[in-house]
Nanobody, 116 residues
Framework: QVQLVESGGGLVQAGGSLRLSCTAAGSTFTIHPSAWYRQASGKQRELVASISTGGGRPNYADSAKGRFTISRDNARNAVSLQMNSLAPEDTAVYYC?????????WGQGTQVTVSS
C-alpha cells in the first residue's frame, strides 16, 4: 500500500519558520513525492510548490515566492518545504502529493498554524 508520510507542521508566530518533510513508504512500486498543497478552512486545496524528479526549476504559487523553498532528496525519495516569514494567512493543512500517471497520491496532511 502506498503511503506518503509527512512531518514538521505545528504552531508558529508570524515571521517564524517551519520545515515540512515528506517521504514515500510501504509501496510495492515507486512513487516520488514532488509537490506540496495546502487547504485552509473553508477554501479549496491549492498548489504551494512543486519540483520535478529530474531537476529543473521549481514552481511556486505567487503567495509562496520568495518565502518558501521546495527541495528534494532523491536518495531518500523525500521532498521538503522550508517556509520562512510565515504569516497568519499561511495557516492551513499542508499535503504532500505524488503523481503516478493520472493517479494522485496524498499524505494525511499536517497542520500549520501561524499566530499573529
Amino acid at each position: 500500500q502506498v503511503q506518503l508520510v509527512e512531518s514538521g507542521g505545528g504552531l508558529v508566530q508570524a515571521g517564524g519558520s517551519l520545515r515540512l518533510s515528506c517521504t514515500a513508504a510501504g509501496s510495492t512500486f515507486t512513487i516520488h513525492p514532488s509537490a506540496w498543497y495546502r487547504q485552509a478552512s473553508g477554501k479549496q486545496r491549492e498548489l504551494v510548490a512543486s519540483i520535478s524528479t529530474g531537476g529543473g526549476r521549481p514552481n511556486y504559487a505567487d503567495s509562496a515566492k520568495g518565502r518558501f523553498t521546495i527541495s528534494r532528496d532523491n536518495a531518500r525519495n523525500a521532498v521538503s518545504l522550508q517556509m520562512n516569514s510565515l504569516a497568519p494567512e499561511d495557516t492551513a493543512v499542508y499535503y504532500c502529493n505524488a503523481k503516478l500517471g493520472v493517479t494522485d497520491f496524498w499524505g494525511q496532511g499536517t497542520q500549520v498554524t501561524v499566530s499573529s
